[in-house]
């Protein structure tokens, strides 16, 4: 089982920065892929960035790429998403999402959140025009 709590959500005008954070509990955190996904008012949730178990692999929705970085520190528990030039498009509650497995060499099965079993409540980003 593993907990996650999201932070570091805030309200910002477009072109600003902000880097959330997600914060698992458990001893099992570096056995999980991670993922970020985001949900706008009357929209689907969505894939931004996802990351594998050690790190060493990064991938990133088409429209965050270049802007966002994903970030894992498995010593700390945490994983990050650094979020700059944002848009208002960006507006969203974005989600922390944990992989039941550490890698796949599939991009697509980053992508589904069917494959991510652990989620945290989200933590509101609103961009401003």
């Known amino acids: 089982q593993v907990q996650l709590v999201e932070s570091g959500g805030g309200l910002l005008q477009a072109g600003g920065s902000l880097r959330l954070s997600c914060a698992a509990s458990g001893r099992t955190f570096s056995s999980h892929a991670m993922g970020w996904f985001r949900q706008a008012p009357g929209k689907e949730r969505e894939f931004v960035a996802a990351i594998n178990w050690s790190g060493g692999s990064t991938y990133y929705a088409d429209s965050v790429k270049g802007r966002f970085a994903i970030s894992r520190d498995n010593a700390k528990n945490t994983m990050y998403l650094q979020m700059n030039s944002l848009l208002p498009e960006d507006t969203a509650v974005y989600y922390c999402?944990?992989?039941?497995?550490?890698?796949?060499?599939?991009?697509?099965?980053?992508?589904?959140?069917?494959?991510?079993?652990?989620w945290g409540q989200g933590t509101q980003v609103t961009v401003s025009s």
């Open positions: 999402a944990a992989s039941l497995a550490r890698n796949s060499n599939r991009d697509s099965y980053y992508r589904n959140p069917g494959n991510y079993a652990y």
